[in-house]
């Protein structure tokens, strides 16, 4: 199996335990709201007729982005096919001297989820399990989370038939419903960036999950809910979120924890322009930091260029910083790895230059300890 060690940072983060407090009410609110009947409502018609289609069961390992600021933690981003929970579990593992191996009590947590899944999928309560898992990814031996993958595979053959580890063009797919070599695919992990299934090689796969001839998780719908940024963009508007019913304490605890977010076509430009260096400018249709530019750093020409419907601008909510021996401070942001009503896991990602990745020395997926402090 490729070594995962490369992802992990061996520099723990301190975070204040009112944060992660903080932190846990916000996502346990935002995921309730996909049950939310005045929510649900508020973002019909904004919705992608993929994502209206709801195939009664929601989404493995979602994610919440946060960076740490003086008032608080400020919501970054939400994700719906998060990498990085096995990298998050060793960080902590290796900095309190335990083995490298996954205690069996996370493994059957795990598995408990998938296996929700698929009974909620199938309707099936009994102990039937799929027979073809398959995780998906684009060129998945290309990712710099693959060895997570192939962690994943021997795990998800001890509870279902089977696990392989494919790229979409790999599979055939169409409305009877997902075949690799003959063999009928039940259940799809889906680790894919083309959250709409916009893409060609996605195409089969589309109308197989509109079809309800596979378990596709993370699927369109919860990407739709949640994770599309219009979503950051309504959430963080007042007059919005009075439509929620949220109650006061939801609605101060959004306020709070939502960085000012809209869309670059409400700005005036020359006001925005002006103002750039308290912006960052994000496309809604990218992922992981692509496209994204700091308003500090940008030209007017790049900014005349940005689309006005497809932009994003979030007010800039700088990441914290952690101190190391070995060079300058790292950035650092705090990832909730969440599923349904509860926290499966927390790390910090340390990095250094204008993103996250996992390519700065010393960096990745890094241990987070407590502090009782504010």
Known sequence: MPAIGQAISRIPVMLPLQSLRRMIRMASLLNGLVHSRHYLDAIDRDLRPIARHDPGHESVLMAYDFHLEE????????????????????????????????PALQQASLLQMFAREWR???????????RLVVIVDDQPATQHLYPEMC?????????AGDCLILDPTELEAGSEGVFFRGRRVDMIYNRHTDFYLDEVPQAGLAAAYLAGKVCLTPNPRMYGLLADKRRLIQLADADFRQRLQLGAKGEELLRQGLPECRLLADWDVETLWRQRRGYVFKPITQFGGKGVVMGKSVSRTRFSQLAPTETLV????????????GGSPMKTDFRLFWYRNRLLALTARLYQGQLTNLRTPGGGFA????????
């Open 120 to 130: 909620t999928y199938s309707h099936e309560q009994s102990a039937a399990r799929p």
């Open 151 to 159: 962690w994943f595979q021997p795990l998800l053959r001890r509870w």
């Open 314 to 325: 979030q007010r800039l909510a700088p990441p914290s910083l952690t101190p190391w021996d």
């Open 367 to 374: 241990p987070v300890l407590l502090s009782a402090s504010a």
């Open 71 to 102: 008032q608080g933690p400020s919501l970054i981003e939400i994700n719906t096919n998060a990498g990085g929970l096995l990298p998050a579990w060793l960080a902590w593992a290796r900095h309190q001297g335990l083995s490298a191996a996954l």
